[in-house]
């Protein structure tokens, strides 16, 4: 059955509208002064004034009606009480220099101000990284979401916000309606209808016993039918929000087996999927490595009578088939050196690759050269060829021979 309603939420507070920036004044166009006199000094000035509070040059009176305007000394007044301070303070030429010089420094800092907006980035460089840490965070709110309707629908937002919230939406209004009818009868105070009283008749599960409840709670009043009418037709939004949502988690819990097989279905199919990526990707790895046996191999093959090499080579395939086989026989820290072996060799086979190169150019020229000179050598002291030894500069060629059975046997 419904639940009573809740509390109503408090109004959303309405915020001022943002005022707008006001936008820089304008700099103020001064008009140089020429070479030559003129024939009314304090016209600058008067052009400047006027620029200063956006009024035009005044117009230069004909020279008969000046004389005919009294002198500065004559009739003067004392400025008003309460007039604009910043009209009268322009009355001579120092005050307006200094208030020439105010306004230039105004300016001045409005330029810097407006240089610094220029030159400020038009995104914050942390956006992006923000906009795809909140991207990630949506999709995985997205999956626990959907987990979360299997485990209890009632719990998922589609069901909140579809169901629940328009059921308690409905109980408040109802109530607030019902709870602003009076209850009149003979004899007595007329009073309100109490939400316990209503919450009472919604709940009943008879509709019978609904409609009698109300027509009993006005009973003796003029208007009781309408009233009791009113409250039924409450009564009955609130239920048509509850049957709705009720409908809502029998329909879920009829379709959630078959949820639940198209969910494994897609369980299976990803896992198959999964296996037979593995086992192609397994087999070209063995293809890869059997080509690289045999288009290197004095690298990864046996070498003939060389028991040295041959061990090493052994227990290098070993470490590595453990390492890339995932083998779970191991404990994590022998994992972890055999992790940082196979890694330091990766990283330094390019190099030892490049040396032995190199070493084996130059052993195949040593023994050219060896080869060359034992075959073109003097004979022996008797006259007769041979592999008697024969000193060259205090080294025979047997030391030579030495010397490269030693760079061989290095390599």
Do not use: C
């Amino acid at each position: 059955m419904p639940e009573e309603t809740p509390a109503a939420p408090a109004p959303t507070p309405v915020t001022d509208a943002v005022p707008t920036t006001p936008s820089a004044p304008k700099p103020i166009q001064q008009t140089p002064p020429k070479a030559e006199l003129k024939a009314d000094p304090n016209g600058d000035l008067d052009k400047f004034f006027a620029e200063v509070h956006n009024e035009k040059t005044p117009e230069k009176q004909p020279e008969k009606a000046q004389e005919q305007q009294p002198k500065p000394q004559e009739n003067a007044e004392a400025p008003v009480e309460g007039e604009d301070e910043e009209v009268s303070k322009f009355t001579t030429a120092k005050n307006l220099r200094e208030a020439y010089a105010k306004l230039k420094k105004r300016l001045a800092d409005r330029d810097k101000e407006f240089e610094e907006l220029k030159t400020r980035p038009s995104e914050d460089p942390e956006k992006p990284k923000l906009l795809e840490t909140l991207s990630a965070r949506e999709k995985r709110l997205k999956e626990l979401e959907e987990q979360v309707k299997y485990y209890d629908y009632t719990k998922s937002s589609e069901y909140l916000e579809k169901y629940d919230k328009p059921y308690k939406e409905a109980w408040q209004y109802a109530t607030q309606t019902a709870t602003d009818l009076s209850v009149k009868r003979d004899g007595a105070e007329p009073r309100k209808v109490t939400a316990e009283e209503f919450s009472r008749i919604v709940n009943m599960r008879s509709e019978d016993d609904a409609l009698e409840a109300a027509h009993a709670l006005f009973d003796g009043d003029k208007l009781g039918a309408a009233k009791a009418a009113r409250v039924m037709e409450q009564r009955e939004k609130i239920m048509q929000h509850y049957r709705a949502a009720e409908n809502a988690k029998s329909d879920f819990a009829k379709n959630i087996e078959a949820r639940e097989k198209d969910m494994t279905a897609k369980q299976i199919a990803e896992r198959e999927a999964q296996a037979r990526q593995a086992k192609a990707n397994a087999e070209a790895f063995q293809k890869l490595n059997e080509d690289a046996k045999k288009k290197y191999p004095q690298w990864f093959s046996p070498a003939d009578g060389d028991e040295q090499i041959n061990k090493a080579l052994e227990t290098g395939k070993r470490m590595a088939d453990v390492v890339f086989s995932g083998a779970q026989d191991i404990d994590s820290d022998t994992r972890v050196k055999m992790h940082s072996a196979a890694y330091m060799k990766i990283a330094g086979f390019d190099r030892l690759a490049i040396e032995n190169g190199r070493l084996r150019t130059q052993m195949d020229k040593l023994q050219k050269a060896l080869d060359g000179y034992k075959s073109s050598g003097p004979g022996n002291a008797t006259g007769k060829g041979g592999d008697k030894p024969v000193k060259s500069g205090g080294r025979t060629l047997a030391d030579s021979f030495a010397e490269l059975d030693a760079l061989v046997g290095k390599k």
